[in-house]
């Protein structure tokens, strides 16, 4: 079993639609990071959080620290925010990123 | 400046060339990652450099070779690679050791295709 666990792996919805990706770790962390990757294009860091919640736009980011568990959600969605999603932890003291398998999203107009 | 910059974009080389990656970042970060990443699979840590020092190797075969000649540069030294080798690279960087700096910021990547 990964350490870090993403559901869905595969999305497609309507334009306009409220999307949900899930996280789900098992090992002690220091901060979970939400990042997004356009097809053929690196990566750009769109949260880091260690507790409650963060918002950007109609980008929200939620943690459970208690339950292991992290969401992140996007409003109002956009062919634009047609991306992989990737959920990734630190763990406490370490250097490295452990990374989800990644959510790919597809927003259809 | 906020940003990691990574040249070239893309590469194209033989098995018997050798060419070399380059990662710039001026945020002060002292913490430098070189990650490989394959179609549609998360990226996987290659090296980590710390205070310009290499703090981690990932068992990476010895046709990669890793150099930071200072604290903004990071460069990925590449010979004779296999075609396996073809992927995304990219570099990432990181403020300090502590828990409080934890976030890493991404380059663009460079696109290797070995032939």
């Known amino acids: 079993k990964n350490e870090v666990e993403q559901s869905p792996q595969n999305l497609t919805a309507q334009e306009g639609e409220f999307i949900t990706i899930n996280c789900s770790y098992s090992v002690g962390i220091s901060a979970l990071h939400w990042l997004q990757q356009h097809p053929g294009g690196g990566i750009v860091s769109l949260f880091m959080?260690?507790?409650g919640k963060k918002k950007h736009g109609r980008l929200i980011a939620t943690i459970n620290i208690q339950e292991k568990h992290s969401s992140l959600h996007i409003t109002a969605s956009h062919p634009r925010d047609s991306a992989v999603y990737i959920c990734a932890v630190s763990p406490r003291l370490g250097q490295k990123l452990v990374f989800g398998q990644g959510t790919r999203l597809t927003i259809n107009p | 400046d906020t940003e990691v910059t990574q040249t070239p974009k893309h590469l194209v080389m033989g098995m018997t060339n050798k060419k070399s990656l380059k990662c710039e970042q001026h945020m002060g970060h002292r913490a430098m990652y070189w990650y490989k990443q394959k179609a549609k699979k998360p990226p996987e840590l290659m090296f980590v450099?710390?205070?310009?020092?290499?703090?981690i190797n990932e068992s990476v075969p010895s046709r990669f070779s890793p150099e930071c000649p200072n604290s903004s540069l990071l460069n990925l030294h590449l010979h004779a690679l296999q075609p396996e080798d073809s992927a995304l690279y990219l570099c990432?960087?990181?403020?300090?050791?502590?828990?409080?700096?934890?976030?890493?910021?991404f380059g663009p990547g460079t696109r290797l295709t070995v032939l």
């Open positions: 959080l260690s507790s």
């Open positions: 990432a960087s990181r403020r300090g050791r502590t828990d409080r700096y934890n976030e890493q910021f």
């Open positions: 450099y710390s205070y310009e020092k290499l703090s």
